[in-house]
């Protein structure tokens, strides 16, 4: 789902359609081993050379650890590092959704912001 976008990225119905699922996707309740496997994809994705695929995949990080927060628990500190990763994006609109992601992840009390965090 993140990777499709930019082969239809001129229709805007497609488009839509394409950013709901993955929302819908993400706010789905997700088993522990099928959420291993998921940010193994997303990781994938972190590589990637489009950047549309990396900004939908750092907003359904987004959407994913906030619909599953409880059971997402054990893998704050693999997110954290791709989201980490994701801030230093060389495009713009990623690492401003990495960003807000981010953000959210404090906010929430999802992981605890450390001295090293605010050091860099």
């Not at 976008?5 to 081993?33: C, K, Q």
Request: aromatic share 10%; glycine share 4%; with cysteine.
């Amino acid at each position: 789902l993140c990777e499709i976008e930019g082969i239809v990225a001129n229709h805007d119905v497609v488009e839509d359609t394409l950013t709901s699922s993955r929302m819908w996707v993400a706010m789905s309740y997700f088993h522990p081993h099928s959420l291993d496997a998921l940010i193994d994809q997303l990781e994938t994705v972190s590589t990637s050379c489009k950047w549309h695929a990396r900004r939908a995949a750092i907003e359904f990080v987004q959407n994913l650890v906030f619909s599953n927060l409880f059971n997402s628990r054990p893998y704050a500190k693999r997110l954290n590092s791709l989201v980490l990763k994701y801030l230093f994006n060389e495009q713009l609109e990623v690492r401003t959704i990495a960003s807000l992601t981010l953000s959210g992840f404090y906010q929430c009390g999802y992981i605890e912001l450390t001295r090293e965090d605010l050091i860099g």
